[in-house]
């Protein structure tokens, strides 16, 4: 078991590209959950998924974000026409059913908009 | 909508001294799990601690343990023999069970500095 990993780890794009990022959750995890940090902040919920269905979506995500899960393993998040606001950690955590679950976090993916 | 609030945006403590963070939440919720979190400089959340809200008995994990005040809606952390590896960021984090959990949601954090 390597744990949740996300990729890239840093990115700098210019504003108005498009950025898209990995995550590979621990294997047998039901559940895939997207939040985005800035600093000094807390997490802030995006979105998740049970297996390939998105379950909930935050009104932080806008519909410059989309995120999917299509076989119910990896997952990818992607942000069209990046703004310098969306600068910030993305971080992806995943956990087994059933409910109360500890999540596990990956490492983040840093995103820099310049 | 459940709130989690971190009054502390600081703290910081001699080694081997203890320490106590903050955490109120509001929730009308009756079922639910709370959290700690550690989030060292540039590495990843690891979880401390957690509670069951049904327990009455206080979580504890080695040098870590928790004041849970169910009525006070209070969930403050207690560190003991503080050691400079515990020098970090600290989320306390809440998940209703209704709906098969809620999405965690979480304080602001307060940065705990160690100090030789």
């Known amino acids: 078991d390597t744990g949740v990993s996300q990729n890239p780890r840093h990115k700098i794009t210019k504003r108005g590209q498009n950025v898209t990022f990995r995550c590979d959750p621990i294997s047998e995890h039901n559940r895939l959950y997207w939040y985005r940090q800035t600093l000094g902040q807390g997490p802030e919920f995006l979105t998740y998924?049970?297996?390939?269905?998105?379950?909930?979506k935050s009104r932080l995500l806008s519909d410059r974000f989309s995120a999917e899960r299509p076989k119910g393993s990896f997952s990818t998040l992607e942000i069209q026409r990046t703004e310098q606001g969306d600068s910030a950690m993305y971080l992806c955590?995943?956990?087994?059913?059933?409910?109360?679950?500890?999540?596990?976090f990956g490492e983040g993916s840093w995103l820099t908009v310049v | 909508a459940q709130t989690v609030t971190q009054s502390q945006p600081e703290m910081s403590v001699q080694e081997a001294e203890t320490v106590t963070l903050s955490c109120t939440y509001d929730t009308s919720e009756n079922n639910y799990y709370l959290f700690w979190y550690k989030q060292p400089p540039s590495r990843q959340m690891i979880l401390v601690i957690r509670q069951e809200a049904y327990k009455q008995q206080n979580a504890t994990e080695n040098r870590f343990s928790v004041n849970f005040q169910k009525a006070a809606k209070s969930f403050s952390l207690k560190i003991s023999d503080s050691q400079l590896g515990d020098t970090a960021m600290y989320f306390c984090?809440?998940?209703?069970?209704?709906?098969?959990?809620?999405?965690?949601?979480f304080g602001k954090g307060t940065r705990l500095s160690v100090i030789a």
């Open positions: 955590a995943s956990s087994p059913q059933p409910s109360g679950n500890t999540i596990y």
């Open positions: 984090a809440f998940t209703a069970l209704s709906s098969g959990n809620t999405p965690l949601v």
């Open positions: 998924f049970q297996n390939e269905a998105q379950l909930e």
